[in-house]
């Protein structure tokens, strides 16, 4: 047997991944919950984890932006685990120097002992165990380790190969592939992708090639074939498809109640469901899984009452017509007028002339009031009686005007010019 997990390849992530939980997280600029938001970050999402420090943990994104993510909402899986040594006969496990049945042992642990993983290399687990009160660190083989992990199977629509990648993405290169029915050991689980464990290769796997995932392949819909019905409390409501199980996620779609869906997982706020071929996430508290709905009803349009017809009456009444007369041209009177001088009319000011703030007649206040917009309902500041600012555009009711350094809005009866 040993000489079998020599020949295993020893195949190593080069690269730390982490999966954000406990809701959307910020991305942040520095390491301090002050520092600038650079974006957040659903449940599942996948990062790039780079070295951590004061409870904080460089991350790069999947969408390619670098900043910190605070350590405590981030699952490493495996990375930060805690596993149980096993052995058939009850003996001891050696740890070794390096991730190699021919490397040296730093000490035999016997079974029972707890082993705090670190790291994944093709196999091997890197971590330490404690000896009076001393980590100490090597590698042991997977296969004498309890993680307590859950078990997937391959699967495949024609029976083919899978690629398993370094990476959370069909960016990453493949480090291998898995035959369809290959059981293998999920690591971490993440939107869209796992990290796995199977036949010395360890890396990263599509969820639509694993089975009881909810994924779109084959016979991979998960572990129920539960059949649902949208039931919404009020009968015109729809029902939102999530991309993702939470109610901040992108709607895929809208359903209206007596809508069938396939539940392939049940859980106590969300189900992952299949509405025809399109997958994503309803709550469960407006599903139906005993076939009794509200039915639905839609909105209707109102009516209005068409335009009363209005009376006819009759027209005017010709009269007869009459002779015309020559006309007589009248005398001509001289009269002299002395002309009035036309009065000056005040124009509107034009913009950029200079106008007085005045309080308006029979106002009871001592300021006049500014806006920030042309219906005059947001105030912006108050000006005294006298107060001038530059026109920059007249109305009959209302003028913008450029006053303390910004531009605000006042009624046309507070300008004087």
């Known amino acids: 047997m040993l000489l079998l997990l020599a020949l295993l390849p020893a195949l190593a992530l080069a690269d730390r991944f982490a999966v954000v939980r406990g809701g959307r997280l910020n991305l942040r600029q520095y390491p301090s919950t002050t520092s600038y938001s650079l974006g957040k970050y659903d449940t599942g999402s996948w990062v790039l984890a780079g070295s951590e420090s004061g409870g904080w943990c460089s991350v790069k994104t999947m969408d390619g932006k670098r900043g910190y993510m605070s350590a405590g909402y981030l699952n490493f899986g495996q990375y930060s685990g805690g596993a149980t040594v096993k052995y058939a006969n009850g003996g001891y496990v050696n740890l070794r120097s390096g991730p190699s049945t021919d490397a040296g042992v730093v000490m035999r642990v016997t079974s029972g002992s707890t082993f705090y993983m670190q790291g994944n290399y093709g196999g091997w687990r890197y971590g330490y165990v404690y000896s009076g009160g001393t980590p100490v660190y090597g590698y042991m083989y997977e296969t ?27 960016s990453y290169a493949s480090i291998g592939k898995l035959a369809s029915g290959t059981q293998v050991t999920v690591l971490l689980k993440g939107n869209g992708w796992y990290m796995i464990s199977a036949n010395g290769l360890e890396g990263f ?12 392949i084959g016979s991979n819909t998960g572990t129920t074939s539960l059949t649902a019905w949208v039931n919404n409390p009020i009968s015109t409501q729809v029902l939102n498809l999530r991309e993702t199980p939470s109610q901040s996620a992108r709607s895929i779609g809208q359903y209206r109640n007596g809508t069938k869906v ?10 992952e469901v299949y509405v025809g071929t399109r997958h994503g996430y309803m709550m469960t508290r407006y599903l139906s899984f005993d076939g009794n709905y509200l039915p639905p009803s839609y909105p209707t349009t109102p009516s ?13 009444p010709s009269y007869p017509s009459y002779p015309s007369y020559p006309s007589v041209t009248p005398t001509p009177q001289v009269v002299y007028i002395t002309p009035t001088p036309a009065q000056s009319v005040p124009s509107s000011p034009k913009a950029g002339d200079t106008v007085t703030l005045a309080i308006a007649s029979g106002s009871g206040s001592s300021m006049i009031n500014v806006y920030h917009d042309s219906a005059l309902t947001q105030l912006k500041g108050s000006y005294p009686s006298g107060t001038q600012a530059m026109m920059l555009q007249y109305g009959t009711s209302t ?17 004087n010019y």
């Open 262 to 271: 396939k539940v392939v997982k049940k859980g106590s706020t969300w189900c």
């Open 144 to 170: 004498f380790l309890d993680t307590g992990t859950t078990t997937s199977t391959v699967t495949t629509r024609n029976g083919g190969k899978v690629n398993v990648r370094s990476g959370p993405g069909s």
């Open 399 to 415: 003028c913008m005007i450029y006053v303390g350094g910004g531009v605000a809005y006042v009624s046309t009866w507070n300008v």
């Open 205 to 216: 796997m599509s969820t639509q090639y694993l089975s009881g995932t909810g994924s779109t």
């Open 304 to 316: 209005y009452p068409s335009e009363p017809s209005y009376p006819s009456y009759p027209s005017e």
